[in-house]
């Protein structure tokens, strides 16, 4: 699971613009294009997408936790 690659799909099926993913999560927009690069991220951030996605990423690592069981 490519968790950057999951926020950067949902983000353009939302047609946002990087400008306001950046502004929305209080950050430039070099760090929205190193997001979506990410293999791994810090829950704390990946919650902040979450909500300003209105979308739950966490359902991945849910569904990847599940399958190793």
Same mark, same amino acid.
């Given at each position: 699971m490519h968790i950057g690659?999951?926020?950067e799909k949902e983000f353009?099926?939302?047609e946002r613009t990087v400008t306001w993913f950046a #502004?929305?999560?209080n950050c #430039?927009?070099?760090n929205v294009y190193d997001i979506f690069k990410r293999n791994n991220i810090d829950?704390?951030?990946l919650l902040r997408i979450s909500i300003v996605?209105?979308? #739950?990423f966490f359902t991945y690592y849910y569904k990847e936790?599940?399958?190793r069981l």
């Open positions: 690659a999951l926020i353009r099926k939302q #502004n929305k999560l #430039n927009r070099q829950a704390e951030l996605l209105h979308y #739950n936790y599940r399958s």
